[in-house]
């Protein structure tokens, strides 16, 4: 099998979601990834409860093992003077450098870009902490659920005319990560062109903001503060959730053309209120909305969302159920596609990890190996690749160096 | 060899060079524009009249005109267009004279229409071996849905992303923007890279299939493991936040005087001394009942705290928010090393002082209509340089003089003879 990447060695302090991502996806690709962590400060991925036994336990958390699979461990504590020494000498063999810590830490650390290009001087370096490393609120403290509140989609998410109620994962850190990436990759061809390295400096927040153009041009050009408005939308009618036969279970339907329209009400069998004037054309649907949903509703409870899936498409109608973590599990399209696939933990045993998102023909990248114990690949990375004979490498063990 | 596009400085931007034809609609326009964002010059094919997503408000001035589409704006600025029939003869012949001098082809059609046509990726690379095709649907190249009708509500509810957001007994709530297929998009432009990278080892191309509902589905991954483990399926809790073992409900988005606020209880290392700063802030105020100073919150965790006095501690600190408006509370934050944030509008977007500072807003002219616009800038930083609007979005055939008679060399009677058939 072909790697894209191969050849291209990160070192990777990217840590939690939105840093953590950027390097699995460039391991998948066949980078050779190597996150520097410490015990004196887990990455946050790495606390939780445990899952067997009852001590908290580093190696145990399912969602690191999702965020850092492919990549090597090396732990060191980097507040260390020594440290220092052992990080520059594999930035020196590096490609590039991944981090998402405060805009200060990096520079307190003594490895921020102007540190990296004495010992690197094409080294291509991503910052991505939540607002920016410039700035006057550079600062701000973010974690996920607020980022995705600074940047304005939790404003645009929740029902018409009432407060809002936010988006609950981790869509905001998936922006950053693949604008993160996309920028690293940007780099390394124009590094292969020109020889020439790069600082990135890219805010989490404005990687999610620059994703809802044209609410925020609503604002620029017509003055207007565009709100949440539930599940509608500003050309298709109907379009929402509808509830369903059985406990919490809803299915999406959409629709667009006066064509999909006339297919919708054969499919519900056409009756009567389908041919009121009021929902005669899509003007007239989309002021009779609510009138509109609740006889969908009275239709769709009697099925399970599977059911109204398979009768609406195939009168070419867009509609699929509202899926839990369940029900995409057994899904037959996410099991065709090997969404989720088992990765052998030696301390969780068999668990499921989330798979590559692309399908590319030539070079599909896989998961090449599971997500790396804390500190799996000390004497690889300090031994073999920098080369430190093994009595240094156990010294620096002792001195909590590496750690 | 695609138009050089250079910096302010007069340096090359990182992607000059490489030719984009743009065959998407409105669920790939955001890939195209990334890749033009950085400087490759980009090509938006549409059909002769226009693409459907120019139909898609809000519109300039409310003024409903498939030239005046501010999601069309937004995404489709930095790419120059044309118009092309691909369902006839010359049409097909024309793309694919286009299509053998083009780094990537973007196309986000049902799959299989282009390779009726005769020009799916297995045409293509005969005829082109390092072209790169990014395909971005609703639900990918292949699988049992692969030929079901999508669009971003209906792929977002199969992505489970939903799933948490809205009240308990109401439906689940999407972001009232598009949310499935921006991220697809900028998916499908990565991969677009990556399979560059492997074009300039190997010189093959590669077709990238993303499928809009697993880029998506991605940002729930979580959300498995938790179900395997515990058995437990999370359900929507409208303004409640909770975490990965979840017994207790911590309180997400908050009003305050002029708005709303993210804040969250959290425990421990991450929330913890934020936690005790904003006891302190509140105790300034006179505003901190004293029960709030018996509370630990260098150990605090909201699962032995119980659900109770968490909420007792969450009403207190309810009253405090109300005293106050999103720029006091989102100052005095960033003062104390809080973790809140304004629940920003895109008016509140538009005037933070943050983004202002970074260069986030480009002016951009539309001579047609006489103004210019403000438009939100690609957004990330270099040592340098930037990635920038080079130009607006174009106008239907814009550009079709440009490429046909330029670039492609016909005559303008060729031209005209191609506008009246329908052709272009």
């Known amino acids: 099998m072909v790697d894209a990447l191969a050849g291209i060695r990160v070192t990777d302090f990217g840590h939690v979601l939105a840093g953590a991502i950027p390097g699995q996806l460039m391991a998948d690709m066949g980078a050779e990834v190597i996150k520097v962590e410490t015990r004196a400060r887990l990455d946050y991925m790495r606390r939780g409860r445990p899952i067997i036994g009852d001590k908290p336990d580093p190696e145990q958390n399912p969602m690191f093992h999702n965020v850092n699979h492919s990549k090597l461990s090396i732990s060191v504590d980097m507040v260390q003077p020594k440290a220092n020494r052992l990080l520059k000498e594999l930035i020196k063999i590096s490609d590039v450098v991944i981090e998402n810590f405060s805009p200060a830490v990096m520079g307190s650390i003594g490895l921020d870009y102007p540190d990296l290009v004495q010992v690197k001087p094409d080294i291509i370096m991503l910052s991505m902490p939540g607002a920016g490393r410039h700035g006057p609120r550079r600062n701000v403290r973010t974690v996920a659920p607020t980022v995705n509140s600074l940047s304005g989609i939790d404003y645009l998410t929740g029902y018409t005319g009432e407060q809002p109620l936010g988006i609950k994962l981790i869509y905001g850190d998936m922006c950053s990560a693949l604008h993160g990436l996309f920028a690293l990759l940007t780099a390394l061809h124009y590094r292969r062109k020109t020889g020439k390295g790069q600082h990135i400096d890219l805010s989490m927040c404005e990687s999610i903001t620059v994703l809802m153009g044209e609410a925020i041009m609503d604002y620029t050009m017509n003055n207007r503060v565009l709100s949440a408005q539930g599940n509608r939308h500003p050309t298709m009618a109907p379009h929402n959730l509808y509830r369903c036969q059985g406990e919490d279970k809803w299915v999406a339907i959409a629709v667009d053309t006066e064509e999909e329209w006339k297919s919708f009400c054969q499919a519900v069998g056409n009756p009567e209120w389908v041919n009121e004037v009021r929902f005669s054309d899509k003007f007239k649907r989309m002021n009779n909305l609510d009138a509109l949903d609740k006889h969908i509703t009275e239709w769709t409870v009697n099925y399970t969302p599977y059911e109204v899936m398979d009768i609406l498409q195939k009168a070419g109608v867009a509609a699929t159920p509202h899926m839990s973590a369940a029900d995409r599990f057994y899904d037959p399209h996410y099991q065709e596609h090997k969404v989720y696939v088992d990765v052998e933990h030696p301390i969780l045993g068999s668990e499921v990890i989330y798979n590559q998102v692309w399908k590319m023909s030539e070079t599909p990248g896989r998961i090449r190996r599971r997500a790396p114990l804390m500190g799996e690949h000390n004497n690889y990375v300090f031994g073999e690749l920098l080369h430190l004979p093994s009595e240094e490498i156990e010294q620096l063990v002792e001195e909590k160096v590496i750690y | ?424």
């Not at chain 2, 002769?48 to 498939?66: A, K, M, V």
């Not at chain 2, 009726?116 to 790169?132: A, H, K, R, T, W």
């Not at chain 2, 302190?280 to 109770?308: C, H, T, V, Y």
Request: charged letters at 20%.
């Open chain 2, 1 to 424: 060899m695609g138009k050089i596009m250079e910096a302010q400085d007069g340096e090359q931007a990182w992607l000059s060079g490489y030719r984009v034809l743009d065959l998407t609609g409105e669920m790939g326009d955001m890939c195209g524009w990334v890749l033009g964002s950085w400087g490759a010059d980009v090509i938006k094919i549409e059909k002769p009249g226009g693409e459907r997503s120019r139909n898609i408000g809000p519109f300039y001035h409310d003024i409903p005109d498939p030239e005046k589409s501010l999601s069309w704006f937004a995404y489709n600025s930095n790419k120059r267009g044309i118009t092309l029939n691909l369902e006839s003869t010359d049409g097909r012949a024309l793309f694919r004279r286009l299509a053998s001098k083009a780094d990537f082809v973007l196309e986000s059609f049902s799959p299989g229409y282009l390779d009726e046509l005769g020009l799916g990726y297995s045409s293509l690379c005969q005829i082109n071996q390092g072209v790169i095709m990014v395909s971005v649907t609703p639900f990918g190249q292949s699988g049992p849905y692969r030929d079901y009708k999508g669009t971003d509500l209906v792929a977002s509810a199969m992505s489970g992303l939903l799933y948490l957001s809205g009240d308990p007994e109401n439906p689940p709530v999407k972001m009232s923007s598009p949310m499935a297929y921006p991220l697809a998009a900028v998916d499908g432009a990565v991969g677009a890279l990556i399979a560059l990278y492997h074009r300039v080892l190997s010189g093959e191309g590669q077709h990238v299939d993303v499928s809009a509902q697993q880029s998506l589905a991605m940002c729930t991954f979580n959300l498995v493991p938790i179900w395997l483990l515990n058995g437990v399926i999370i359900p929507r809790m409208g303004n409640y936040h909770k975490g990965w073992h979840g017994s207790v409900l911590l309180r997400k988005l908050w009003p305050c005087r002029d708005g709303h606020v993210c804040f969250i209880l959290l425990g421990r290392e991450t929330g913890g001394t934020g936690n005790r700063t904003m006891v302190e802030w509140m105790k300034s105020e006179g505003m901190a009942e004293p029960f709030l100073f018996e509370i630990d919150w260098e150990a605090f965790n909201p699962r032995l705290l119980g659900q109770e006095r968490v909420q007792q501690a969450e009403e207190c600190i309810g009253r405090f928010f109300m005293k106050h408006t999103m720029k006091e509370l989102y100052e005095g934050a960033i003062e104390r090393k809080i973790g809140l944030c304004p629940v920003n509008s895109p008016k509140g977007i538009y005037e933070d002082p943050q983004l202002e500072a970074r260069g986030c807003w480009a002016t951009v002219e539309h001579p047609e209509l006489g103004t210019s616009l403000v438009y939100p800038k690609p957004l990330v930083k270099v040592t340098g340089k930037e990635c920038d609007i080079w130009r607006r979005a174009p106008l239907i055939g814009e550009h079709n003089q440009e490429i046909y008679e330029q670039e492609l060399g016909l005559s303008r009677q060729d031209v005209l003879c191609l506008e009246e058939s329908g052709v272009i």
